[in-house]
């Protein structure tokens, strides 16, 4: 304790000499800027009041300060010692008291321990059989050791348990939040894979459109007389045209605007939409084919036309009469044709029309050939445009081998002419 008091004093004496040393400089510059400062406000309050003869006195007054300045410094020399001396003491009582303090608490603990480790508890066990008892003594360190390390332990533990419970309940939080997420995702892969397999059902279902769509483009390709070519034909399926985009160049406007539907379904719907058009417009076509067929727009045979439609001077009876048909010149024997399809209802002789032939071809066309040679058909003979049904003569009222042909078209006859094509 001697040496560390030596040591404090030591410390302070050097302390004491520094300050004391930069007092020397500090002081004579603080006292000369006061003494300035002070007798600079009294001239600058006389400068103010146009008292240019104070100021001057009290400028030569403040020079004769200066003079005095040395007994200022020794007062100041007094009293900055007189301060750190005061600073010092007290700094040096107050570590002094610490290292009593501190020394005294040390002094105590241990005094207080070797008491606990000279006294003791006994702990006395009686049997009850043969009243004999036996004694244990227990130092009061080793039971308030004790006590303080089963305190330490429990509270060690009971804050670890603590830690750990909460460490716990977050990692379980974690897991059911994985868990869930996992589920999500299992449940949007699982409705990806029912897409999946939905579009290849789709697929399928638009495979076999397709292949309705390409039967019925061959068979509208068939009736209008459009024949696939043999690479076409052995080609693979993506080589097939197909009904809305075969042969057949599209030019869309700049601003017009293809709706392309997302959903395969939807896309199913629009082809079996399509699917209904084409069948209905193949339903239309064969009909328009058969009306076509039918239509007697076929010349019948070859020769030149002698006597038009309409009215005419009567070859034989010279009188002017109406002529219900035309009349085609040409040799005996050349060959007659049926301007369209249909069926044979009439063969037969009828009066001035000779050897004739009368086909109804539906549609209200009905067609007449008369002044035959011979018939190569009979009553009820479904023929197509363009058989053979009969030879050129003269039989009836005829002045020379001709083809007398009469065209009816809903009872009436018409002109012939208007109805042929070629």
Not at 87 to 104: G, P
Not at 141 to 163: D, E, M, P, Q, R
Not at 192 to 216: C, F, G, M, R
Request: glycine share 4%; proline share 2%.
């Amino acid at each position: 304790m001697q040496k560390f008091k030596s040591v404090l004093c030591n410390i302070i004496n050097s302390l004491k000499t520094f300050y004391m040393k930069s007092a020397k400089i500090i002081k004579p510059v603080a006292a000369f800027l006061y003494n300035v400062l002070s007798k600079f406000t009294v001239i600058l309050s006389h400068i103010i009041k146009k008292s240019w003869a104070a100021s001057v006195i009290i400028f030569f007054s403040m020079i004769d300060a200066v003079v005095y300045l040395n007994e200022v410094n020794v007062i100041l020399d007094q009293m900055l010692s007189s301060l750190l001396s005061s600073s010092f003491f007290v700094f040096y009582k107050f570590i002094e008291f610490i290292c009593k303090k501190v020394t005294d608490s040390i002094v105590w603990t241990y005094n207080l321990i070797c008491r606990w480790k000279r006294e003791k508890f006994t702990f006395v066990i009686i049997s009850h059989e043969n009243s004999n008892q036996k004694n244990i003594k227990l130092s009061k360190l080793f039971i308030y050791s004790g006590t303080f390390a089963v305190s330490f332990a429990a509270l060690f533990l009971a804050v670890s348990s603590f830690v750990l419970f909460n460490i716990n309940e977050d990692l379980t939080n974690e897991v059911l939040s994985s868990r869930e997420r996992t589920n999500n995702l299992m449940a949007v892969n699982n409705s990806y894979e029912e897409q999946i397999d939905s579009l290849k059902n789709n697929a399928v279902i638009v495979s076999e459109k397709l292949d309705e769509l390409n039967v019925l483009e061959y068979k509208i390709r068939d009736m209008v007389g459009l024949r696939l070519s043999e690479a076409e034909t052995t080609s693979s399926d993506l080589a097939k045209p197909l009904s809305r985009s075969a042969d057949r160049t599209v030019n869309l406007p700049e601003d017009n605007i293809i709706y392309v539907p997302e959903d395969s379904n939807e896309i199913i719907d629009l082809m079996e939409d399509e699917k209904d058009i084409i069948d209905k417009f193949s339903k239309d076509l064969e009909i328009r084919l058969d009306f076509l067929e039918a239509r007697p727009d076929l010349m019948p045979a070859t020769g030149r036309i002698t006597s038009p439609f309409g009215f005419r001077i009567h070859p034989i009876t010279g009188r002017k009469d109406y002529h219900k048909g035309i009349d085609i010149a040409n040799d005996q024997g050349t060959r007659i044709f049926a301007a369209g399809s249909g069926v044979v209802t009439y063969v037969g002789y009828n009066g001035g029309y000779g050897r004739m032939v009368i086909i109804s071809h539906g549609y209200g066309y009905k067609s007449v050939y008369a002044h035959l040679k011979s018939a190569s058909v009979k009553t009820g003979d479904s023929i197509d445009k363009g058989d053979l049904i009969a030879l050129m003569g003269s039989t009836g009222i005829s002045t020379g081998s001709h083809l007398h042909f009469e065209i009816h078209y809903n009872g009436k006859q018409i002109n012939p002419l208007n109805v042929i094509e070629n």
